[in-house]
């Protein structure tokens, strides 16, 4: 399995950085919007600043006119009209050095009050008076002009002010709703994204409202996300062809532990055989002897011949007694001319007497085939084949059926009842040693008969018929006899 590697900056074009240009324009013009209002604001005060000197200043200008005409009207009054002009004189000369007039003309009046003071002395104090009192008038005017002014001045200061106060308001809200909608909710999505992750979602992060300035942020982290799915769907790759190669490992360490198993009890099976072969083989004898000398002097020919039939099976079984006791060395039976048809009637004829009342034999009509076959293993397996079919039917009853069939050099040899059938274990799994379903089985005929067959090059089937019953089918090579004649004629 390939190793993913993380890829580096070195790996890219260089890191990239990210961008605050966002960031920057909104301070920018943040700080150029709290610059431009401090401005505006600064200008209305200052300007309502000066206003207010400019009404202190005439204040002033005007208390000077109106203590110069109450000190020139007591000196009028006390000292004589000469002593009034002096002292009204007097003081219009300090007033005008440093007064602060709003009306343009008002100092060209002043000045020509004093030109009257100073050509008739007293003469004309009277006139002067009533030219101040009306200069006086006039300055009253032009103060409350500039006293509405400024009243005005200071309003547009305090609206000014409060738009300033709402402007910066409504911009730190817009700032505030951005930086949420932009920016704060992008970043808590990727904060649940990293939340799943811990649970191992990959849940990617949807960037398309956020701000610029977080994209390529979560842009990188789902990348970053692709490769780790891409890491974890290798990492459980990994496990899982490693937990099928656990699992095959076990299952083959316990098929071995199996096959030691069968071949432990196998072996048992081979000493116990080979005991009771050897202890059996001279009983075996004297009943052969037995039956030699009974047909010899039996006189009905009927017993003669089943007596015949009974020794030739005991010389059988003798034989193959003799195999456990031969051990490795044993060789395999050589196969010799059999007339299948002829071997099945002598077979059946003695398999008759042996089997229930209730169950039948039947020899089905086929051809008269000749093959080379190990005669022995062969009558061998068909005993087996059709004890295992009569203990199916112990108890019930029944019909067992042996048919045979030439296909070109193979022999099909069939075998079947109507009793229940096969367990679908047996179908399913197959023939297995001491793998039986009977209460008395030992689970080792079809598995002999199945050795038997495998030992020719031929095949075995098992089935169930319907509605009831089972039937084996055995594919035996069945070449001709004289074929091989003629080939070992030649050799010779």
Known sequence: MAILRLPTPKDRDGPRRIPFAPFRTIGFLLVQFVVLALLLLG???????????TLDAHTQYMSDLALASRDALQRWRSEGATAG???LRQALEGIANDAYALDTRSNERLAHIQSLLDQSGGTHLREALTLLASLNLQEQARGRELLAAAGRDARYTLIGTAVALAAFVVF???TLVFFRLRILRP?????????????GAFTRVVDGAADPGISPLLSYYNQMLGRLELLEKNRRQYLQDLQREVNNAAHTLIAQHAAMARSERLAAVGET???LAHELRNPLAGLQVGCANLKREMTDPALAARL???EEELRRMSRLLDRPLRGARQSHELGQPVVMRETLEGLLKLLRYQVPDGVTLHLLPGPESICMLPLDQLRQAVLNLVLNAVQALAGQGGAIEVEIHQEAEQLRLIVADDGPGFPGTLLREGIRPFASNKEQGTGLGLAMVRRFVRNLGGEIQLRNLTPHGAQ????????NPRAEGEEAAHGG
């Open 308 to 310: 015949g039939l009974m």
């Open 172 to 174: 730190l809200v817009v």
């Open 273 to 275: 055989a080979a005991a």
């Open 43 to 53: 200008v209305l005060l200052v300007h309502t600043t000066q206003d207010l000197a």
């Open 187 to 199: 970043l808590e999505r990727l904060q649940r994204a990293m939340m799943a992750l811990e649970i």
């Open 472 to 479: 084996v089918s055995l594919l035996l090579p069945c070449p």
């Open 85 to 87: 002009a002096a002292a």
